[in-house]
């Protein structure tokens, strides 16, 4: 083991807890463990970083650097709690090798990475096959909310819960006293609430992106002035952390050219997966994850520049285009239209999130409770917001909502939010401007308010070309009509 001069000797099996890999994520967390008295056991591969987080750090609490994975193994206190903070995919796997290889039985595997949750609940099933705990992790909150209190996910078997949910909850964020970690559930739980947790983000992110873009381009608003109006919202029901940063990054000035920084940033928005992630399970599930969808196929469309060019080369027609003035419209209406059209819209995103964590929940059988996922986000995680609160009242009071927009309370938002959401979309398309989000999610809301949907009609079709049959509003059973013959209908 390395004993830095800075570092008093530290005895084997000392650490109460322990970190492998020292990229940024994982020497934050390490460092938010020393700084509320752990004894942290870290580990890197290649042991420089090791090295340089002992050199800058190594003062802000007790750390046991090791530069073998037996030494930091031989390190912690048993049953060893090991957090693997590495990139995603096979160097993860590698590592959970390395540490079943030397840990025993009883002892705790933690991923704290990014892992797909499929990933996760096969690691568990091999790992527990050695003996050992593996417990998949989300943890939310960036470089910052690693170092100073990220919300945080983890699954795994309930008995881990008992000795690691002390040490989590003590470096987690707090709202109101209350730490935001709790075990979700068994095997990839975690994951796959964090998976959906960034989905939601992406959508998030999506419709203040579009109120943005309408304040700008519709309204016809400055940078700066945005930035004015988004730092107003983040004092009523919108208080959230995007919103909040969504304001600083308008108010930036470009050191360079002086310009306003948004307006020097390529318009082509990247992704690490996540997003796509959480349409694809959405896909399978058979959940209706529309605002998270459309946000993830607009960046897409954003990064697709060649095409874009293309198109703008190719002059697509834009049809009669309107401005605000032409429609009679006040710009100052507008914005707070806007305003609850971004409401509405991300209140869907959060429905349709929760809708598939329920139906995960019931398809792997995991028990997930929506309202306390929904109290652990109020704080430490990137989608961190005032009206998290209301989520979890909202579950409280009924743990088997249909849909969060059928809580009295969001129902009662939506009255004062859906005439304005309706307005927004209509004028945004007179403009010629995209609001892929804020757009679907109203035909969404009208999807699941509408007393008939066309989907009747494709059931007719269906029937007709491929006799995949139909079920008939006024009677039991199936039913096929014999459309090349006499059109009879036959029961099936
Ligand atoms: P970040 O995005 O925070 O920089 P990352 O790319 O997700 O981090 O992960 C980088 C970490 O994974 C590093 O600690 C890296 O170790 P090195 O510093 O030795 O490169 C670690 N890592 C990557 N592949 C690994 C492997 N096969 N075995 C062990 N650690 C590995």
């Not at 020097?264 to 959940?287: C, H, M, P, S």
């Not at 529309?290 to 874009?308: K, N, Y």
């Not at 006024?474 to 014999?482: L, P, S, V």
Request: net charge negative.
């Amino acid at each position: 083991m390395t004993s830095p001069e800075n570092l008093a000797y530290s005895p084997a099996g000392a650490a109460q807890i322990g970190v492998i890999g020292m990229a940024v994520m994982g020497s934050n967390l390490a460092r938010n463990f020393a700084s509320k008295g752990h004894t942290v056991a870290i580990y890197n591969r290649s042991p420089e970083k090791t090295r340089a987080v002992i050199a800058e750090h190594g003062s802000e609490g007790a750390f046991i650097a090791s530069e073998t994975i037996e030494e930091f193994v031989a390190s912690l206190e048993r049953p060893r709690k090991a957090i693997i903070m590495v990139q995603a995919g096979p160097a993860t796997d590698a590592v959970i090798a390395q540490l079943c290889d030397a840990m025993e039985e009883g002892d705790i595997i933690i991923d704290g990475g990014n892992a797909l949750f499929t990933d996760t609940i096969r690691r568990e099933r091999e790992v527990a096959a050695r003996g050992l705990n593996f417990v998949g992790a989300g943890i939310s909150g960036g470089e910052e909310g690693a170092l100073h209190g990220p919300s945080i996910m983890p699954g795994g078997p309930a008995q881990t819960w008992e000795t690691l949910g002390p040490l989590l909850e003590s470096i987690s964020a707090k709202v109101d006293g209350v730490p935001c970690v709790t075990h979700i559930g068994p095997d990839g739980t975690g994951h796959f609430v964090k998976m959906v947790h960034n989905g939601i983000e992406y959508a998030d992110m999506q419709v203040i992106s579009e109120a943005y873009h309408l304040m700008r381009y519709a309204a016809g608003y400055e940078p700066g002035q945005i930035a004015d109006v988004f730092a107003e919202w983040n004092r009523g029901d919108l208080d959230s952390y995007l919103i909040e940063i969504t304001a600083e990054v308008l108010r930036q000035k470009d050191r360079r050219t002086g310009k306003p920084f948004i307006d020097i940033i390529l318009d082509a928005a990247g992704q690490k997966g996540t997003g796509r992630w959480t349409v694809k399970e959405a896909l399978d599930l058979g959940v209706p994850v529309t605002g998270i969808g459309e946000a993830v196929f607009a960046r897409a469309l954003s990064s697709a520049l060649a095409q874009r060019q293309a198109a703008q080369d190719g002059g697509l027609p834009a049809g009669t285009l309107s401005t605000l003035e032409q429609l009679g419209i006040e710009p100052g209406d507008f914005v707070e239209d806007v305003r609850r059209a971004l409401y509405a819209s991300k209140l869907v995103a959060y429905a349709q999130g929760f809708d598939e964590i329920n139906a995960g929940s019931m398809e792997h059988d995991w028990g997930i409770n929506p309202g306390d996922l929904a109290r652990i986000w109020r704080g430490g995680c990137i989608i961190r917001a005032k009206f998290l609160n209301r989520i979890t009242e909202a579950y409280e009071n009924e743990p088997t909502l249909a849909s969060l927009l059928l809580d009295p309370y969001f129902k009662r938002e939506l009255e004062g939010l859906v005439d304005s959401w309706r307005r927004v979309v209509v004028v945004a398309t007179q403009l010629g401007l995209p609001v892929p989000v804020f757009a679907s999610s109203l035909s969404y809301y009208d999807s699941l308010r509408a007393k008939r949907l066309p989907a009747a009609l494709i059931q007719g079709q269906r029937d007709f070309f491929g006799a995949h049959t139909y079920k008939r509003i006024d009677m039991e059973g199936t039913f096929h009509t014999a459309w090349s013959g006499d059109r009879e209908e036959l029961d099936y």
